[in-house]
């Protein structure tokens, strides 16, 4: 069909008109951010087709949510400039069939965007241009982000996520039954929750582990005789007698008075304390503060529940932890809630107490809850400072969490607590009876003994912890590393950077190559990617024998010529002392510590 003049111009004018339309909202370049979530989401229902639907009716539905999905994080990547067309922002033929067939990933073409879409419960890398410099430049390191999760929720509507080597992880291979899993489940940080540096395998008997979380405990607890009305479930808040206890704990130890009826609540150890607390008061979005570093536990807390972590970065003097005034108020803007350990797990620092004051005012003035554990707090080689639940208008707010893992080193038992305000252990104890109520009534029994024995063995137990944390700091500096001396807890936070490999790698090769364990620093945060924690609280001939096999492992990495076993030669070939009688009271004084640094 011949188009004449009319028809011409008729056509250029619908163009025309098409053109000078205004771009819908979920397209438009400027980040107004609420109406483009809505939007989105509006999106996701229209677009999330039933499993069996046509395959074309997939792969275009796909396609037009991952344009929707580049388009939104090259606005919020780009400065929060307009975002401008690119021919990656429309998919061709070819990147449709490429992004259906392999793991959901479009070609890389220079100076184009490209997204690599996130699995369930997996990170991408946002549009970033590709470095397109001299000949053999690396491309630019692209920062990596969550996609949304309405997007995710997507590909596992569409049934396209089952075809990717993650979701295939995530299964174990039964990629089938990803249709049953919960949001919870996808949401989960799977890369974190299967990465031996986040959540460390059991150590074997050949394996030295510088990693425990806990002394052991040489003291036995005798129960008693079990009686008749205790083999039933005991009280969903915990044993009368146990939540006593730690009442009076607190008030003997911290000078604060809490009401066992219904200030405490009995959990599953302090890792199902923290876990009540994020169910209680965390949702999908909320913001988490942390310092940088943190207990691995709490950032995979976090983030299971669809949280926001916001890092605030800090440093060590003198045993104390220390961060910037301006970065810690700008994190707690808007946030839900700050949790943090006391001591620093893994640094060992204590805040100071002006920093405290000011931590309690911001949390205040913005309305923030505050976790604190508290499982090392009794651990502290130095003074002692001022307690979480006593700090001037945090006495409403604050949730102290305590364990009798570390303290007693009864691990096994699994049995924490949770202190505050009765109305915030309201809450709390309602979602625990939801997930995991009835911690067992021995166990609660148990520990309720353990809290009431005399505090003169717990004295002891802490003196030759400081002389461990001595011996291993001097052994760390005579290997040439720079550690800071902790001021509390049980571990030493160490940089590696200095040897040329990162926490991660030192820990996997000095486990390949020493058996020796340690925990690679970059589980704790964004700031750990150069450090290892090393434990002090392992058993004497242990702890001795792994800062050996370290040492030597170091002396390779700075003299590669040096073999496995010639670093221990000296070790071998030492001579024995000779044996000479003593009288009784000479070897008394001149008997080596419990604890020797030979």
Known sequence: MVRGPTQARSAK???TRYRSQPTPACLSPYPQRERHRSSLQRHARTLAVASDSPRWLKTGSVCVAYRIATRRFAQQHSNNKPAKRRSGDVLSRTNRRFLVKSDLTPRKSSGTYTLRVAQPGFTGTTPARHNTGSLGTSPARRPTVGLPFWFTKLLVRTGVAKFTPRAKRLTDGGTAFLRHYSD?????????????????????????DLNPAAPRSESGISLGRFTADRRGNPPPQGLPELRTAIADRYQRFDSRAVNPENEVLVTHGATGALATALDAFVNPGDRVVMFDPSSSLFTLGAKSRQATVRWVPTWTED?????????????????????????????????????????AWIAAAYNVLIFADESFARFQFGTSGKA???????DKRILTAGSISQEFGLGALRVGWLAGPRHLIRACGLMQNLNAPFVPAVCQQA???????????FRVQRDRLKEKRDYTFDRLRAMGLEPDRPG???????PVAG???????????????????????????????????????ADDGRLREGLTRMAA???RLRNPSIGVMSARVELEVAPTEEVTETPVAEATEQAKPAFSRV
């Open 499 to 537: 040897l040329g490999l990162d926490g991660r790698t030192f820990a996997e090769r000095l486990f390949r190559e020493e058996r020796v364990q340690v925990g690679p620093g970059i589980a704790f945060g964004p700031s750990g990617a150069g450090h290892i924690r090393i434990g002090f609280a």
């Open 447 to 457: 520990a309720a003994k353990a809290l009431s024995e005399p505090d003169a063995e």
């Open 388 to 394: 979480f639940g006593r700090l001037a208008g945090a």
């Open 184 to 208: 919870r489940v996808l949401a989960a940080p799977i890369e974190e929750l299967l990465d031996p540096a986040f959540v460390p395998d059991a150590c074997g008997p050949d394996v030295i």
């Open 13 to 15: 004018a619908a163009r």
């Open 553 to 555: 492992f170091i002396d």
């Open 319 to 359: 045993g104390r932890c220390r961060y910037p005034a301006a970065a810690f108020e700008k994190a707690m803007r808007g946030a839900k809630m700050l949790v943090l350990s006391a001591p620093m797990n893994p640094t060992g620092a204590c805040i100071a107490d002006e920093d405290l004051d000011h931590l």
């Open 488 to 494: 509390a807890g049980l571990f030493m936070w160490v």
